[in-house]
């Protein structure tokens, strides 16, 4: 099994629709992202957070919000999903000092 | 604005031959770098981290840091086609915990 699992690995939703994209992690990492990739822009921080209490913004946080429902637990959600959010986002874990290990990726696409 | 600049490519090596990929950053702070390996549509693989100026070695991969310069990049020694990839320098810096990447620089390793 996968350290880092995302959940669903493709998905497809319409415009205006809330939509959850989830992560779980066996890494016993504190650290836990979400970025997004898009090609030409590369790989951008949407959220990021330090523990279950600690949330921070990262350079593209709006029209999304997330919630850290346990160490091992981090959750993406678009409230009001548009055609620009369409993506590859990834979640990722670390530890202090270390690089990110990267769950497989979702695929969502906003028609 | 803390930037991490790669060449785009397609940097193209023949089999055998020594691939080498370049990188600098903005920060001057930085003080953890990585490199990744993606392939087309999965997720990127944390290859290569390197923490102090000089050469890492690791197998086929070495990579270098020039802190002076700002300046890291990665060797890869015998290239073979399962090579090909796009290969994405990060940039930790001090007392962050975010990783700022590189766009990329996609290579092929021609048989």
């Known amino acids: 099994d996968a350290d880092v699992t995302q959940t669903p690995r493709n998905r497809i939703t319409k415009t205006g629709k809330r939509i959850m994209l989830e992560c779980s992690q066996t890494?016993?990492?504190?650290?836990m992202y979400w970025y997004r990739q898009d090609p030409g822009l590369g790989l951008r921080l949407i959220y990021y957070s330090f523990d279950v209490k600690d949330i921070n913004k990262g350079e593209i946080s709006d029209g999304y919000s997330v919630s850290r429902q346990a160490q091992a637990k981090f959750s993406l959600s678009l409230e009001s999903a548009i055609p620009n959010q369409t993506a590859l986002y990834f979640c990722?874990?670390?530890?202090f000092g270390e690089g990110a290990f990267f769950g497989q990726g979702t695929r969502l696409t906003v028609v | 604005q803390k930037e991490v600049e790669q060449n785009s490519g397609p940097l193209s090596v023949p089999e055998g031959a020594i691939a080498s990929l370049n990188c600098t950053y903005s920060?001057?702070?930085?003080?953890?770098f990585f490199w990744y390996r993606q392939y087309s549509g999965k997720s990127p693989e944390l290859i290569m981290s390197?923490?102090?100026?000089g050469d890492k070695e690791d197998g086929r991969f070495t990579a270098q840091l020039n802190k002076a310069s700002q300046y890291v990049s990665l060797l890869i020694r015998d290239s073979q086609p399962s090579d090909s990839a796009t290969y994405l320098c990060a940039v930790k810096g001090a007392g962050s915990y975010q990783l700022t990447f590189g766009k990329g620089t996609k290579l092929s390793v021609i048989p």
């Open positions: 390197i923490y102090s100026n």
């Open positions: 920060d001057r702070g930085s003080q953890s």
């Open positions: 990722a874990t670390s530890d």
């Open positions: 890494k016993g990492h504190d650290r």
